[in-house]
């Protein structure tokens, strides 16, 4: 019922969106994670559906219901999204980085619970940087063409803006949204920046399914799809 209330300013377009945290496994019963609820990523998965568009979530672990209509793919690690990402990227046009990829990863997973060996001592862990998913697309030659539209997220805890306008030249996306975290990380509400090279436009204070809607809006806009 509510899609047919909304604008179909995607009508056509075909989306691919990252959602929630990864899981990075140290051994086979734990790993390192972090408090993405997945809630924004769904919630512009449900108004890119609404928008009239076909809709593809890789999802990182998060009970969240399926919006109807979208196409889920879930995965764990930061490399299994990003081979995700990498088998259906070709299909869309439009590729939005909500997910709060780990930045890290042990170097190796072992294959065996570690268990305490009674010295005391805690095992020393080494991380290797995960791939980056989004600065991986966005330098891809269908997005170079501008064949492919990407869209990134920052969550920062200070300066919101200086830091969404640096990262949206350091990933080399035409478009970046910043918002205030990790205070918003599972909340149903938030604020939103949105960085391009020409402007910046603050969405205030609304729900993420708002805010969500608005935000397929402006990537509308941006597209020239909206004019239907
Ligand atoms: N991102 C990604 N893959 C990663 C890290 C980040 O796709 N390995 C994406 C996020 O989904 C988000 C954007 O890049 O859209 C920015 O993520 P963020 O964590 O804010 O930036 P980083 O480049 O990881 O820098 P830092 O965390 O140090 O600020
Ligand atoms: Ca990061």
Redesign the pocket.
Known sequence: VVACLSPQVLAGQRVLI?AGPTFEAIDPVRGITNHSSGKMGFALARAAREAGADVTLVAGPVHLRTPRGVHRVDVRS?QQ??DAVLAHVHEVNIF????????WRPAQAATHKLKKDGSGQPPALTFV?????????AASPRAQRGELYC??????SHDVLA?AQA?RV??GVPL??GNIGPATFGRDDNALWLVDERETVELPPASKIALARQLVREIARRLGTDAG
Do not use: C, S, Y
């Not at 869209?151 to 920062?156: P, W």
């Open positions: 990252t930061a999204m990003l939005i980085a909500a997910a709060a990829v780990a930045d940087e995960n791939p980056d998913i989004l600065a991986t697309v869209v990134g997220f920052a969550a920062e830091h990262k350091r990933k970046l949204v």
